[in-house]
């Protein structure tokens, strides 16, 4: 075993043996930042909602607003449920990309949930909004203010449509909630195709 | 990918190294060598892979049936298809070549158009073009073939009418018409399928000078504007069902319509609209250094005071300012410039006298407040954004110990930083260059209330202090005259110092806002420029202002403009046009730098003769009168009557005035076919279309009653079938598409991808240690 000396490896391959356990360190610690990137995603998707829950209950409670940390820049405007799929999330005020890593935005622009008019929420496809695929038409969303009041949503139909021309009139007669994510919900690269969801207000 | 699943490859190339030795030995010999390099390409093809299969699900992926036209790459390169009714046709072309003759004070330039058209109809093009805010436009030619039609000054109204009367008439005619001062709309009719119509346009323009460097500046496009909303009228109700309506608003962007061209998206479509610049410089005086800012040029030197420049690739695409700065060979610039002119029974002169520097007028500076406004918007998205960040934090850095100074932030929202101004302490400053690090470009522009903020003085009492408000934005706006009222009602003593960002800044707006606020206009327009500029600024601030200049003359009457000289600032000179009724005395300039008095007397006659002054002295004044309207100072039909009286004596386009030429031989057949092509335009280069376009997008399905071509369609492929996806550029949809509805956000995250990254990057790199376990038996 022993017997074969290092010098009879030909130099030609002992270039390379020693190149090859840092190339394998280096894409090792690569995919698994990568990986860590990935898993941090999630895990402030999932960790925001936690606070999200607190500062909304306070918020229901005191009537004003309450970032759920000192150095938000959003706070949170309602809480949405799908009852059938024991689904919710805190949905979060603005539809910016900051907003969307913490919970559902509350797309600027469109009125309140349950006011005259189509109300939208949007959020990440792979995190708050992974269930809305499971979504029926007839399906029951309850959306709960900040305020406190209660409105209960019964979805109408689904649809696939550009995020440019989505269709959604904001000022539409009666009141509507659309949910919107990104289309197709399986596929890891963003597209210009969104996935919404119509509820009309069940009275 | 399991563990499971690794283990047991590893079983199985340790069983295959034991069975047989000698050639698992080969074969590492044989291949280790490119190992890396193996695996480089390995990887590189298995994430092109990842990415063409994910594509691909995307593609395939919609099981609603909605098709995605993937015939982007099928396009020609350099077309543009426009929807006539239910048919495409290919829009017109545009090529431009700029021949600017500079001499002495003045530039004249020749902006030469070519539109072609490579469709089968008849069509009528519309480009919006820029030119610079201070250009007199006094000459429209049209050629067709060998012959040339020379345009005419007419009342807009009027020259519309004409225009409109030979396009119905299937004569071919150019109409240039003004939007604003730096933005003109050029339509020409009735070309015919595959002709070419050229038309030329002629203006005359003040070099600008400051400090030792004399400039001039060429805008090439006309950056994409946010325009803000009209806002609607509420009513309120008494209580007995009889209500009353709010003060009727008008809408801050009436002409909304003809200031939003199309734009392409850079990454779809080439870039259009090449031009070719020439530049003939004549000082005047021996030349220094002589610098494009923005374009690589060729420089021909036939002269010590000659240049001539052309770019260096001959055409570039018009997506950026032309920027041409020039210094004196001699240390020092002469300080004093006197031209004259003789048209019609009147002198015109040009005076630019540059006061002194004081050398111990420093120490007179007083202690600043300075409110820094940083405009963080969508269109400041890309590189803007950047420069921007660079340039305050510059100025922060140049903050004297006892200063108050504080920042504020605007895109449609704002924030102040802190809620007065605070002491520019090591601590204040820290935090303040932490609020700047830390912003990003989105959302709309809404410019008045950060203004507002800015001019709010909380020590009015406290002379004390001298108050700068510093205001870095690229200015698209398209209501513009609602910044210039709020300057003008709330400056009280604050002054208004403008830093143009970007490629092709809105330099009407900086110019006139600066001009109201008695500021300065400094532009940036690449990062490269923003120490430079940024130092040229800060001793602006720091260097006591020329206050109180009045000019008088000796021989006579004496009409000059601009009617109120402005402060100036270290550097600048006085730039005085004038009609004179003789040119037989002195000129005497005086004021006051700092607090010590300064005069000087020019000898009207020693003046050498220029050319075009009388054009400026007229566009100058035309500029004097829309200013005094602007401030209140005089009505809008004592306005209009002085526009109109200078434009069409001096034969100038103006607000009221556009130059009309129409060809007497009608060439477009009786029932031919006419349809209406917007050229597009670039985006303007270092922007992020993105920002602009999906931000813009929220804010129009507000506005209902924007005029819309709806009959007007671009696209960027070659398929004619309409889609419900459409794959035309998002500029079209905004141009022609109202009611579209929300503009959805985007709702990915890239958290799948990097996963799949990772691991991937996490099994070839197992597969690499396995790689060596063989060789590593042998040598046992």
Redesign the interface.
């Known amino acids: 075993?022993?017997a074969?000396p290092?010098t009879s490896?030909?130099s030609?391959?002992r270039?390379?043996?020693r190149?090859?356990?840092a190339?394998?360190?280096?894409?090792?610690l690569?995919?698994?930042?990568?990986?860590?990137?990935?898993?941090y995603?999630?895990a402030k998707a999932a960790l925001a909602q936690v606070l999200l829950e607190r500062a909304f209950a306070a918020e229901v409670a005191s009537g004003t607003v309450v970032k759920p940390w000192s150095w938000a820049d959003t706070w949170p405007v309602a809480r949405i449920e799908v009852p059938r799929l024991a689904a919710h999330a805190i949905v979060l005020a603005g539809?910016?990309?900051q907003a969307?890593?913490f919970g559902p935005?509350h797309?600027?622009?469109?009125p309140d949930a349950g006011e005259p008019g189509?109300a939208?929420y949007?959020?990440?496809?792979?995190?708050h909004?992974a269930f809305l695929g499971q979504v029926a038409a007839g399906d029951e969303i309850v959306v709960t203010r900040r305020d406190g009041a209660t409105s209960r949503f019964r979805v109408t139909h689904t649809?696939?449509?550009?995020?440019?021309?989505?269709?959604?009139?904001?000022a539409a007669p009666g009141r509507h909630l659309t949910l919107?994510?990104?289309?197709?919900l399986?596929?890891?690269?963003?597209?210009?195709?969104?996935y919404?969801v119509h509820a009309d207000l069940a009275n | 990918m399991n563990v499971q699943t690794m283990d047991a490859s590893l079983q199985t190339s340790r069983s295959e190294a034991n069975g047989s030795e000698e050639p698992s030995h080969v074969h590492?010999?044989r291949h280790?060598?490119s190992?890396?390099i193996g695996?480089a390409i390995t990887?590189a093809l298995a994430i092109a892979a990842i990415?063409a299969a994910?594509?691909g699900?995307?593609a395939g992926?919609?099981t609603?049936g909605?098709p995605i036209v993937s015939s982007l790459a099928d396009a020609r390169i350099g077309s543009l298809l426009l929807r006539d009714g239910e048919r495409y046709v290919e829009a017109p072309r545009l090529a431009t070549d700029i021949d600017i003759a500079l001499s002495g004070p003045t530039l004249r330039a020749r902006i030469t158009q070519m539109f072609n058209n490579p469709t089968a109809n008849w069509v009528e093009a519309v480009y919006v073009n820029p030119l610079p805010d201070g250009g007199a436009v006094d000459t429209l030619k049209m050629v067709i073939g060998d012959r040339i039609v020379v345009g005419e000054i007419k009342e807009r109204v009027e020259a519309k009418a004409i225009y409109e009367d030979a396009k119905r008439a299937g004569r071919k005619a150019t109409l240039i018409e003004q939007e604003r001062p730096n933005i003109f709309t050029n339509s020409v009719a009735n070309i015919g399928p595959g002709e070419t119509v050229v038309v030329q346009i002629e203006y005359q323009e003040p070099v600008h000078r400051t400090g030792n460097e004399s400039s001039l500046r060429v805008p090439l496009v006309v950056a994409p504007r946010y325009n803000p909303a009209p806002v609607v009228q509420t009513v309120d109700f008494g209580g007995r069902g009889w209500g009353r309506t709010s003060e009727p608003h008008r809408d801050p962007v009436p002409d909304r319509g003809r200031i939003t061209p199309p734009v392409l998206d850079p990454r779809i479509e080439p870039p259009t609209n090449p031009v070719a610049i020439t530049v003939h410089l004549n000082a005047g005086f021996p030349l220094g250094d002589v610098k494009s800012h923005h374009h690589a040029v060729k420089i021909d030197a036939p002269a010590d005071d000659t240049r001539v420049i052309r770019l260096d690739s001959n055409v570039v695409p018009a997506d950026r300012d032309f920027e041409l700065t020039w210094t004196p060979a001699a240390t020092e610039a002469p300080s004093v410039g006197l031209f004259r002119e003789h048209v019609g029974d009147a002198d015109y002169l040009l005076a630019l006298v540059t006061p002194p520097l004081l050398a111990d007028a420093q120490k007179e500076a007083l202690a600043r407040e300075i409110v820094f406004v940083i405009d963080n918007s969508g269109s400041m998205g890309g590189t803007s954004i950047t420069q921007a960040k660079a340039s305050l934090l510059f100025a922060l850095d140049r903050l004297k110990s006892n200063d108050r100074f504080n920042v504020i932030r605007f895109d449609h929202t704002m924030d102040a930083l802190f809620t007065d101004t605070v002491a520019a302490d090591a601590d204040n400053i820290a935090r303040a260059k932490g609020f700047v690090s830390a912003l990003q470009a989105?959302g709309g522009t809404e410019m008045v209330p950060p203004m507002r903020a800015a001019l709010s003085d909380r020590r009015g009492q406290d002379s004390q202090y001298l108050r700068q408000v510093v205001f870095l934005t690229d200015g698209e706006i398209g209501n513009e005259q609602e910044l210039f009222d709020t300057i003008a009602a709330m400056r009280g003593r604050s002054r208004v110092f403008m830093v143009g960002i970007g490629s092709a800044p809105n330099s009407f707006l900086m110019t006139r806002a600066a001009e109201i606020g008695r500021g300065t206009f400094t532009h940036i327009g690449s990062v490269e420029q923003v120490q430079q500029r940024m130092r040229e600024l800060v001793e602006k601030l720091e260097s006591p202002a020329v206050t109180g200049l009045t000019a008088t003359y000796t021989g006579g009457a004496m009409d000059a403009t601009p009617g109120i000289l402005p402060d100036l600032y270290r550097g600048e000179p006085v730039v005085i046009a004038a009609k004179l009724g003789a040119l037989d005395g002195t000129l005497e300039i005086k004021g006051m730098i700092g607090a010590r008095p300064w005069t000087v007397t020019l000898p009207v006659a020693k003046a050498a003769e220029g050319t075009g002054l009388s054009k400026l002295w007229a566009r100058r004044k035309i500029t004097d009168a829309e200013m005094a309207k602007r401030l209140r100072q005089a009505s809008a039909e004592e306005t209009n009557k002085r526009v109109l009286g200078l434009a069409l004596e001096h034969h100038l386009v103006s607000r009221l005035t556009s130059l009309v030429a129409v060809d007497a031989t009608p060439s477009r057949p009786e029932g031919a076919r006419l349809s209406r092509a917007e050229l597009p335009l670039n985006l303007p280069a270092g922007w992020d279309f993105d920002k602009v376009?999906?931000e813009r997008?929220?804010?129009d399905?507000?506005i209902n009653d924007q005029p819309s071509t709806p009959t007007l369609e671009r696209r960027a492929d070659a398929g004619s079938v309409p889609v419900p996806?459409?794959p035309a550029p998002?500029a079209f949809?905004v141009a022609s598409?109202t009611?579209?509805?929300?503009?959805?956000?985007?709702?990915?995250?890239?958290?799948?991808?990097?996963?799949?990254?990772?691991?991937?990057?996490?099994v070839?790199?197992?597969l690499?240690?396995l790689?060596?376990h063989p060789?590593h038996h042998?040598?046992?």
């Open positions: 075993m022993t074969a290092p490896t030909p030609l391959c270039r390379p043996s190149l090859s356990p190339t394998a360190a280096i894409f090792a690569v995919g698994v930042w990568l990986i860590g990137d990935a898993l995603i999630h539809g910016t990309g969307l890593a935005g797309v600027e622009r469109t189509t939208v949007a959020a990440h496809r792979d995190t909004f649809q696939v449509v550009r995020w440019d021309s989505s269709g959604i009139d904001p919107a994510t990104c289309w197709p399986d596929s890891a690269l963003p597209g210009p195709l969104r919404v | 590492s010999r280790h060598p190992f890396p695996v990887l990415f994910l594509g699900a995307r992926g919609p609603t909605l989105s376009f999906g997008k929220t804010n399905h507000r996806v459409k998002a949809a598409n009611s579209a509805g929300v503009a959805l956000p985007k709702t990915a995250t890239d958290a799948e991808l990097k996963l799949m990254a990772g691991l991937l990057l996490l070839l790199s197992l690499l240690v790689s060596r060789r042998t040598a046992h």
